[in-house]
């Protein structure tokens, strides 16, 4: 029987080879490995109820429109151009609503802020945007 380490390098290995032999283009290879992961971690999560987030730090919990909130709001607040309520749960909405129309149960923090800053964007926040940016995307 094959060791953890050992079996994980062979099936990293045969997917290299999988994907290598597949895709020519390595844009579509991604896109194809973010639809496996995608796929195993809704196997993975098949009896949870709702939208689940994939922190950074790699556990899973059901996504949070609080937290959201808050951190929009304390955004726009530190650049003085505080959002209303309503305008904050438009954006929360657009990104669930991203979210749910990804097909995948779980979703990716780094996923959520993309969406978080093109619904700010598309919503005519641009200095909110920037200003999100760099506070949660570390640019």
């Known amino acids: 029987m094959l060791e953890k380490g050992e079996r ?5 290995k045969e997917l290299a080879d ?3 032999d597949k895709y020519e283009d390595k844009t579509e290879a991604i896109k194809f490995l973010d639809g ?3 796929e195993i971690m809704d196997k993975l999560y098949e ?8 922190k950074d730090r790699g556990f899973v919990e059901p996504f949070n429109k609080k ?3 808050y951190s929009i709001a304390s ?10 309520e309503g ?4 954006i929360i909405r657009d990104v669930y609503n991203r979210a ?17 800053i093109e619904a700010l964007d598309k919503s005519g926040y641009k200095n909110i945007r920037d200003k999100y940016k760099k506070a949660y995307l570390k640019i």
Request: contains cysteine; glycine residues 4%.
């Open 8 to 12: 994980r390098e062979e099936v990293v």
């Open 18 to 20: 999988y994907v290598e």
């Open 36 to 38: 496996l992961i995608c």
């Open 47 to 54: 009896d949870e109820e709702g939208i689940l987030v994939l």
């Open 67 to 69: 937290k959201m909130y």
């Open 75 to 84: 955004v726009s607040d530190a650049i003085n151009q505080g959002m209303n």
């Open 87 to 90: 305008d904050i749960n438009l």
């Open 100 to 116: 749910n129309a990804s097909h995948c149960k779980v979703v990716s923090t780094k996923a959520l802020r993309e969406y978080v």
